[in-house]
């Protein structure tokens, strides 16, 4: 209507150019540009739908991707789980401390035996084994060493090298053993013939109990030896390796005295027999 | 258009909705990304149990033995027979005397390096061995090896380049748990150590061992 009034104001029977000035004007595009424009917009929004779609798609498949193997509580086995394993090891706990009770009322025994005079060179000996495999508690000089996790370990930047390993235990207890140590302990857990350091998950197994991060070696022998030991990096080399790079700790104290337990379980052999 | 924001406006509440609970359940995804998962949980549970049970035989054991003593100390002769048996028993798994088991052998005919030795003997121990003897000797408490110039030595004593290991126990046992798959044979292989033969062996015969611990600082504590 007002580009047919503004023909008629200009004289103009070209109503097609005043349309045209008229779009001008008001900034409207002509027709086929409108259907143009139009059609752009649509292809736009049908872009940006698919561009949200896509995403939504993408979080939808990997929420399903992470769908726990439980149907009704992703974490509820977890727990139950979690649950059970602190039962076992409060278990353990209980049944170690009964352990060491009988062990030190069959020791009282045989200390009796041993006063009485009656076996008393029987006696003598058997407390003599029992010191040289560890199955009597010790006390001497030595060190104190303490291993832990780099501090960041727990959080994102976790690396396999930033954590000790049970390999590394093993290494250092070797290397130990071979500077003279008499006695050795992880966490008052006593390391004897049979004991075997073993990594699972996140945790250590030191005769079958689990230890973790930081984990405190005592150790009994020449603490100048023992340090002069530690302190060879040729023979450590991976482990000071990560200690340099990745931030594991490794605190070493000397002391006059150090307590090192008797082991608590047995040394019993199932398949070994004496004689050929 | 109208309807084309309603569109939008519903994705953007989906696509926040998803983003949030996919933000919420980052730690779980990360926890289980660290190994506290189910089934690695379940595998500790086994390995307590199963300790646990062996503590149980042990603690039964023990008060066996402390009620034999109870008795012991009312008869001399009791008491000999108790303390002798003992004594035999701790000579036995200290290395103190001939021995002889059931076992595997293990034959490897290359160098291998310290670490492999060290996690090697802890294979066997993990296991349940009752005993090792590594070319001749007998591994006892503090056994060491070292290494020098690609030699590795026992207790200060060079040992031969091609290693035989023998560990006492549960044959089948030992040699299903060194060849299955991940197995230490395994280890050796994918280190370029081939020439790996295990055996399963009837009768092992175990030597008395020549290496004795020190006790020059550890002194016997109340």
Redesign the interface.
């Known amino acids: 209507m007002r580009a047919l009034a503004l023909g008629f104001l200009y004289g103009r029977t070209d109503l097609a150019r005043c349309k045209i000035r008229m779009r001008q004007k008001m900034k409207i595009p002509h027709p086929h540009l409108r259907r143009e424009i139009l059609h752009r ?1 649509q292809l736009q ?1 049908g872009l ?2 698919l561009l ?2 896509f ?2 798609g993408i ?2 498949i ?2 399903l991707r ?1 769908k ?2 439980n149907p009704t509580h ?2 509820s ?2 727990a139950v ?2 649950g ?2 602190d039962d ?2 409060g ?2 706990a209980q ?2 401390a ?2 060491a009770e ?2 030190n ?2 020791n009282k ?2 200390l ?2 041993h006063d ?1 005079n ?2 008393s060179e ?2 003598g ?3 003599n ?14 060190l104190v060493v303490v291993l832990a996790d780099a501090k960041n370990a727990s959080g994102a930047d ?1 690396t396999n090298d930033s954590i000790v390993h049970a ?1 590394d235990l ?2 250092i207890i ?2 130990l ?2 500077a ?4 050795i302990a992880v966490d008052d857990e006593r ?8 990594c ?4 250590i ?1 030191i005769n ?3 230890f973790g991060s930081p984990f405190r070696l005592s150790v ?3 603490s100048q030896k023992l340090q002069d030991a530690l302190a060879d990096h040729g023979r450590l080399s ?1 482990f000071y390796r990560r200690v340099e790079g990745n931030g594991i700790k490794i605190e070493i104290t000397a002391t006059k005295k150090v ?2 337990p008797a082991y608590d ?12 | 258009m109208k309807k084309g924001y309603i569109v939008v406006v519903v994705a953007m509440f989906a696509l926040g909705f998803f983003g949030v609970k996919q933000f919420l359940m980052y730690p779980e995804i990360e926890r289980i990304k660290t190994g506290e998962s189910v089934s690695l949980v379940a595998g500790q549970i086994s390995i307590v149990a199963k300790g646990n049970a062996e503590n149980r035989k042990l603690l039964a054991a023990l008060e066996v033995q402390k009620g034999q003593y109870a008795d012991a100390v009312k008869s001399r002769e009791e008491a000999s027979k108790l303390l002798s048996t003992d004594i035999a028993g701790l000579r036995l798994v200290g290395g103190e005397v001939v021995a002889s088991g059931t076992g595997v052998e293990i034959k490897i005919g290359q160098s291998i390096a310290l670490p492999q030795m060290v996690d090697l003997v802890n294979t066997l121990k993990n296991i349940g061995a009752d005993a090792i003897v590594v070319s001749g000797k007998r591994l006892v408490l503090g056994s060491y090896f070292t290494e020098n110039e690609g030699r590795l030595y026992l207790n200060g004593e060079a040992l031969p380049e091609e290693l035989v290991v023998e560990a006492v126990g549960e044959a089948g046992l030992l040699y299903d748990s060194l060849l299955r798959v991940g197995g230490f044979k395994e280890a050796l292989n994918q280190a370029g150590i081939n020439d790996v033969t295990i055996t399963k062996k009837e009768k092992l015969a175990v030597p008395t061992s020549t290496y004795k611990l020190g006790s020059v600082y550890a002194k016997e504590s109340k």
């Open positions: 917009d929004t940006f739908l949200i779609s995403g939504v979080l939808v990997s929420q992470v726990f193997s992703p974490v086995y977890y789980l979690k059970t394993l076992l090891i278990e353990q049944l170690k009964q352990i009988t062990q009322e069959i025994y045989q009796e035996l009485a009656a076996n029987l006696s000996v058997l407390k084994e029992k010191l040289a495999l560890g199955l009597a508690p010790v006390a001497g000089e030595g976790e390999a093993r290494d070797n290397l053993w071979s003279g140590a008499e006695a390391i004897v013939q049979t004991s075997s350091i073993d699972i998950v996140n945790t197994l079958e109990s689990k009994i022998g020449n991976d307590y090192i379980g047995s040394l019993g052999a199932t398949y070994l027999h004496e004689g050929v």
